[in-house]
């Protein structure tokens, strides 16, 4: 996986539009990890952290834009390009993504003094929506009509159950326990879903390898190139 995250990365200046998109990147890793601070801070944190995935899944957009090319599609790279390479990218990212919410936890609990005792609970609802994401991107560039009414369809419900479970927990408490303990349990389950969201995506985009690129799923300028 490392590999492929190295490979990933240092082939990423090759891919379409990449100046605009580090430039929307880090404008959005901005922006948003205040929301995510003030939404540990009131018990909201979902929103934060959903928009902070965004960011995560800009690299492997850009790396799906270089299958675009004929160059690519005749290496021996072609079909690392569009299964493990992507797939360890993302998964790379969102772990990356996801310890800056446990530490945005720990430095508001140092603040305050506590850990909430939701805080556990909000950790796991946010990397069982994070492996949706990588589940989704695993089909999206093959099917992206289908996979995208999915999402559209599934994600709203995983979110009302996450505000409910969190509502829930606020009356009876962290399954995890409380303190820094149950906070560092919370995030070690957490990244061990996002390791199984990244296999789970690598085993969807081996699964529709052989499909054609889906244009919808490429910026307007490539579709002309599918």
């Known amino acids: 996986m490392i590999n492929n995250w ?50 995560g899944m800009l690299p492997t957009q850009m790396i799906y834009s270089l299958s675009a090319s004929n160059m690519v599609l005749t290496t021996t790279y072609r079909k690392k390009i569009q299964t493990s390479v992507p797939a360890s990218l993302t998964c790379g990212n969102m772990m990356l993504l996801y310890l800056m919410n446990v530490l945005i936890y720990g430095i508001v609990a140092l603040i305050q003094g506590t850990v909430r005792d939701s805080a556990g609970t909000e950790l796991l609802i946010l990397a069982i929506l994070m492996v ?60 061990a879903m996002l390791a199984a969201g990244g296999l789970l995506q690598y085993l969807l985009s081996l699964l529709f390898y052989r499909a054609p690129l889906s244009k919808m799923a490429q910026a307007a300028p490539l579709r002309k190139e599918l």
């Open 6 to 55: 190295k490979l990933g990365i240092k082939i990423l200046r090759y891919a379409h539009g990449i100046k605009m998109n580090i430039i929307v990147g880090i404008v959005m890793l901005l922006l948003n990890i205040p929301v995510v601070i003030a939404g540990v801070m009131s018990d909201n944190q979902l929103l934060g952290g959903y928009m902070l995935m965004c960011v």
């Open 132 to 191: 949706l994401i990588m589940a989704y991107l695993g089909s999206a560039y093959k099917y992206f009509a289908v996979s995208s009414l999915f999402l559209c369809l599934v994600l709203p419900i995983f979110m009302n159950m996450g505000l409910s479970g969190m509502s829930r927990m606020n009356r009876i408490g962290n399954p995890f326990g409380r303190g820094g303990l149950a906070l560092a349990l919370a995030a070690f389950s957490g990244f």
